[in-house]
Every structure is written in C-alpha cells, then in structure tokens.
C-alpha cells in the first residue's frame, strides 16, 4: 500500500494550506492515520493521529489550536488542514498509517506507524 501525500507549498506566516493522503487501497478503514514533520536537521515528529473511525484524534501541543486532521470516507483521503501557519512550522510533511486502531498514548509514536508516505514540503516565510 503507498500513501501519497500532496498539497504542500511556499507560503507567509499567517496563510493556511491543507495537505491530503490518499492510500493507494482501502487498507487503513479500521487504523490509524496520522502526519509527522521533519524540520531540516531534525528528527521526524508527531504532529497530529486519528483512527480512521474518528473516535479519537491526538495533537502535537505546538500545533492545536492551528491545525486540523480529518478524513473523507468516501473519497479515502486523509486531510491536514494548516492555519495560522508560523516559520517553525516548515518542514516536510510525512503522512503515515497503520492497519491497527492506536491508543492516544500510542498515535505519537512513529514506531507504531507502519506505512510512510513520501512527504511534501511545507516552507513559511516571515
């Protein structure tokens, strides 16, 4: 299964944008999907979780409040949407899934993610 990530970009501090995963297969209906950033020279990060079910959502603290993860069933597509975008916000992102329903305290970790997809950057300028 591939995740194909898209709808990064060049934008100033303050505008939005939405980023999309779609999985190549129906395979994550009962997982969890979730997105993690990787600044340059930094580790890889959680920043947002949920179960595909929408029973449960995690957020990195740097980004709640600003940012929104969601999904569309019928088009199977998982959305992260950005506002109030900030300078350290840039960063590429990675849209990551597992086959298995996390635990909140789990959906941080990017161990428990088994699929990865290929990342889209994200650049904010001040």
């Known amino acids: 299964v591939q995740l194909q990530a898209c709808g990064g970009g060049m934008v100033q501090a303050g505008d939005s944008l939405r980023l999309s995963c779609t999985p190549s297969a129906r395979t994550f209906n009962s997982g969890t999907m979730g997105w993690f950033q990787q600044a340059p020279g930094k580790v890889r990060e959680f920043v947002a979780a949920m179960r595909w079910s929408g029973s449960t959502t995690r957020y990195a603290d740097s980004v709640k409040g600003r940012f929104t993860i969601s999904r569309d069933r019928s088009k199977n597509t998982l959305y992260l949407q950005l506002n109030s975008l900030k300078s350290e916000d840039t960063a590429v992102y990675y849209c990551?899934?597992?086959?298995?329903?996390?635990?909140?305290?789990?959906?941080?970790?990017?161990?428990?993610?088994?699929?990865w997809g290929q990342g889209t950057e994200v650049t904010v300028s001040s």
């Open positions: 990551a899934a597992t086959t298995r329903s996390l635990i909140f305290s789990t959906m941080a970790n990017r161990a428990d993610h088994d699929y």
